[in-house]
């Protein structure tokens, strides 16, 4: 790309930015959503999402389902979800049945009833950890409800040990047309470091099966920095990740949020983890020679976090909508949703958001309802991630004009040397701002949100 004429991208678009040393230290990185969640509260639930769920649908909004499925082998020690290693099968198939008990409360409620399903996500934990039963199970009492079939989307992650050739079989008969393989690194010295349970071996294997049931698209996740990475094995991973040529590949920088244990560990100083994580700086490089190898090798980078082979046929309709401000349920123990321009959680302990269900309600802990300015930073933020904007979805949805709106925002950009241009037709960071996007969104928060706790 090129740096872009008029407005903000005269200003020196192309001017290098200062070269700061960053560790990487306890804390929240990654930008989910806006206004921050520390921000929900109680009182919106009754406030706010239940008249939002006991009204009817904006017209035009797509609607989505997530499906958290909690359990994993072993939790890794740069986890922060909420999951669970240690359910045996009766209390596995009991969370299923809560699970879908959820499904179909919300069901009946006015603004999700007779609703299509515009995509569908096993999120976890690990989806894949459930037997073949347990998912054949799952998908006849979901679809009961509402069939996915026609669903742009269907997109299910996975632990490569966890797969076989069968459970392989079953998840592409339940439609799924997005596989996602959670690599995160083929060193088993490092996996071992950092907690994964699956090994290099399970890998290739679980691959190769995958491709001969012929997913319609097979992601690899790799995250940068993990502990004991090194240079030479960082570039060994992306080299197999070219080999195996997987239909897109999403990279992660790794980050320490407040409840994993590398955070615990470094916040009571007691040095069970000795290897360090690494600097901010040095995870970009890696990404971005990840993503230059990845170029060389026929890919797009699609966003700040991915890479897709073939743009015409590979997407990810799950981010892309949830960008949009597209309505979500989020079903499962502490799950995130979006309804009627209400943000929710579920509970998140097992034993509440169970009751919760099983006394035929809905098990929200927190809500917000954001102004129309907090959706339309929210929106603009998020889209930021793809690396560029386009200044007249803004001015059509919000009628507002984003460059008059966030004028100072985007100069210091410009000035900071992380945009490419900024036109009425396009408003673009180049590589160095996609890299760090997270770290810039914060510019564009309203003054009431800056410097708050994230979570």
């Known amino acids: 790309m090129r740096p872009g004429t008029g407005y903000i991208g005269s200003i020196m678009a192309d001017r290098l930015p200062m ?5 990487t230290e306890v804390g929240s990185y990654f930008v989910a959503t806006y206004p921050p969640f520390s921000t929900w509260t109680r009182d919106a639930v009754a406030r706010d999402a239940m ?22 082998r072993k939790r890794c020690h740069f986890c922060y979800f909420r999951v669970y290693t240690d359910k045996n099968a009766r209390e596995v198939a009991d969370y299923l049945d809560v699970l879908a008990t959820e499904w179909e409360t919300y069901s009946r409620l006015p603004a999700i009833e007779g609703r299509p399903l515009n995509f569908v996500y096993f999120g976890g934990g690990t989806p894949s950890f459930l037997s073949t039963r347990q998912l054949d199970s799952l998908t006849k009492r979901m679809t009961a409800v ?15 040990g966890t797969l076989t050739g069968g459970k392989l079989a079953a998840i592409r008969q339940m439609g799924v047309t997005r596989l996602s393989l959670g690599v995160e690194n083929f060193n088993d010295e490092i996996l071992e470091l950092n907690g994964r349970a699956h090994r290099s071996p399970e890998v290739f294997r679980a691959y190769e099966q995958a491709r001969a049931l012929d997913f319609p698209q097979i992601n690899i996740d790799l995250i940068a920095g993990m502990l ?9 991973c992306v080299q197999k990740t070219v080999d195996l040529s997987p239909d897109s590949v999403t990279i992660y920088q790794m980050e320490l949020p407040f409840n994993t244990a590398i955070s615990g560990d470094l916040l009571k100083g007691t040095g069970r983890f000795q290897e360090p994580v690494a600097d901010w700086d040095t995870k970009r490089r890696w990404v971005r020679e ?6 060389g090798a026929g890919y797009q980078v699609r966003s700040a976090y991915t890479a897709v082979k073939d743009p015409s046929r590979t997407r990810f309709i799950y981010t892309d909508r949830l960008w949009q401000g597209a309505d979500m349920v989020g079903l499962g123990v502490a799950s995130f949703g979006h309804i009627n321009g209400v943000h929710v959680q579920n509970l998140d302990t097992w034993e509440t958001y169970s009751a919760a269900i ?3 309600g809905v098990a929200l802990s927190r809500g917000y309802k954001p102004t129309d300015e907090e959706r339309l930073i929210r929106e603009l933020i998020l889209q930021f991630k793809f690396g560029s904007i386009r200044p007249s979805c803004f001015r059509d949805k919000y009628q507002v004009d984003v460059l008059e709106r966030f004028g100072p925002q985007l100069a210091s950009l410009a000035d900071d040397g992380y945009l490419e241009s900024a036109t009425p037709d396009l408003v673009a960071l180049n590589r160095d701002g996609l890299l760090r996007v997270d770290g810039l969104l914060s510019r564009f928060f309203l003054p009431e949100h800056a410097g708050i706790r994230y979570t």
């Open 19 to 23: 070269a700061v040393e960053e560790q």
């Open 51 to 72: 008249p939002a769920l006991n009204a009817a649908p904006v017209a035009g909004v797509p609607l989505g389902l997530y499906l958290h499925i909690p359990f994993c």
């Open 146 to 160: 509402s069939a996915w079939r026609d669903a742009e989307e269907v997109a299910f992650e996975c632990e490569p």
């Open 228 to 236: 004991g990475e090194t240079e030479d094995n960082w570039h060994a």
């Open 290 to 295: 990840a993503f230059e190898a990845l170029e």
């Open 358 to 360: 099983r006394e035929g």
